[in-house]
Structures are given as C-alpha cells and as structure tokens.
C-alpha cells in the first residue's frame, strides 16, 4: 500500500470540503452544479459578457453544468446555449448538450450541424484535460485544446464576439496568448477568487472579434 499518495488524498479530501464554495455547491446542487458556476460569475462580474439579450453561446468541457446553468440564467428568455463534453450531463433548459470528444471531427461537425450556420455571440471553455501531475504532459494537453477552441473562432464567433477559455500558467502559453490577442480588441488574463490559489489554472478573456 502506499501509505503517502494515501494521505495525500486524505488531504486533498480535507481541503475540498472545507472549500467555501463546494458548501455552497452542496447546498444547492441543482442551481449551481459544481464550483465552476462561482468562477464564471465572478468573471462575468467583472467584464460583463453576457447580456441579456437572446444570446446563442457555445460552452465546451460543460459537465457537470456550472457554466451552462449560469450562462442559461443570463442569456434571455430565447437565447440558447451549445454544451459539449465527453462525460454526461443532466439536462438543463435552454441548453442543446452533445456529449462527445472536442478532439474528434464527428463532435464538431455535430456543433456545426446544430447552429445551422448561424453565428453565435461567446465560446467559452473550461475543458481540462486529466490532470497527470507532469508539467511536460498537462501544459501541451491543454494548450491543444485552448487551439481547438480558438480555431472555433473562426468559422462560429460573430464579429465583435467574445472568447474565454481556461488554460494553465506556462511559458508556453506567450505564443497562444499573443495569438488571441492579435483576433481580438480587447484581452485580459482573469484568476477568479473561486478557484484555488495553488491551481495554475487561469482564464483567458477576449472581447470584440475583429473578424
Ligand atoms: C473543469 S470541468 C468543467 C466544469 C464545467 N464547466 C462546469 O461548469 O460544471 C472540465 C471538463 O472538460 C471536459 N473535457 C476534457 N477534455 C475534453 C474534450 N476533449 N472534449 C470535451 N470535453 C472535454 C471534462 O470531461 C470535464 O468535464
């Protein structure tokens, strides 16, 4: 037996349910479905891109819910949201969930398929690949997916639309960071008081789509 990856977990079990936020989630499970539904609300807090105003958005990495069931609530009565995920997820009103792999084709055509050809006004994404523990293996895992989520951009975002994606604190992440930058007018790196601050995980958000 391995005594200490044993007590490691014990203390990452510790340090979860002691989280403010996971109390919360506990509480009410239904409306907030995990602690991500906090870090998009405080991000949205702060730079504002929904409006309540029949917007269709594309959620990818959507399981358990958080971001959909916050973005459902925000979007107005006739908006409409696009979730994707490889796991399941329940249903929530307003929103048209795929369950399939980013990386695959068929999961994309399928998205593609739904809007019927219609742009829509954010992608955002929280997908996050299985964590390994091996900087050299996660950084490359998620910087590949923060490409498929960008190169989305460019085929589904409206002009003047916005972009937020999480990724991970790297040096590698200056040429993706630069790429977003040069697609959109405005850019700002957020790290939410919900998420831990041991996590290297940040937010990436972009305003206005030059097109
Ligand atoms: C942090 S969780 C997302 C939490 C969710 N946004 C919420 O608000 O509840 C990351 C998600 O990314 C999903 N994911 C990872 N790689 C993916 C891929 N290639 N395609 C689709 N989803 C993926 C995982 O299955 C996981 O559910």
């Keep these: 037996m391995n005594f200490k990856k044993n007590r490691k977990s014990k203390k990452w079990l510790k ?3 002691k989280d403010f936020y ?4 506990q509480k009410n499970i239904n409306k907030f479905r995990s602690k991500s539904w906090f870090k998009l609300e405080e991000i949205n807090k702060i730079y504002k891109i929904f409006k309540n105003d ?3 958005v594309i959620d990818l990495g959507s399981s358990p819910g958080g971001w959909s069931s916050f973005a459902a609530s925000k979007i107005g009565n006739n908006g409409k949201i696009i979730a994707c995920d490889i796991l399941p997820m329940n249903p929530i009103k307003k929103v048209n969930f795929y369950q399939g ?3 695959n084709s068929i999961t994309l055509n399928k998205i593609f398929q739904i809007l019927k050809k219609t742009k829509v006004q954010i992608i955002m994404s929280d997908m996050a690949p299985n964590i390994s523990g091996i900087k050299e293996i996660d950084i490359p895992r998620v910087i590949h997916l923060n490409k498929i ?3 989305l951009c460019c085929s589904l975002l409206e002009h003047n639309g916005s972009f937020l994606v999480k990724t991970f604190q790297s040096k590698e992440l200056v040429k993706y960071y630069n790429k977003v930058n040069s697609l ?3 850019i700002k790196i957020s790290k939410p008081n919900a998420s831990r601050s041991q996590s290297c995980e940040i937010y990436i958000v972009a305003k206005k789509y030059k097109n």
């Design 15 to 17: 340090n979860h349910f």
């Design 22 to 25: 996971i109390k919360k989630v």
């Design 54 to 56: 029949d917007m269709t």
């Design 101 to 103: 792999d980013i990386c």
């Design 149 to 151: 989520t960008l190169k």
């Design 184 to 186: 959109f007018k405005e």
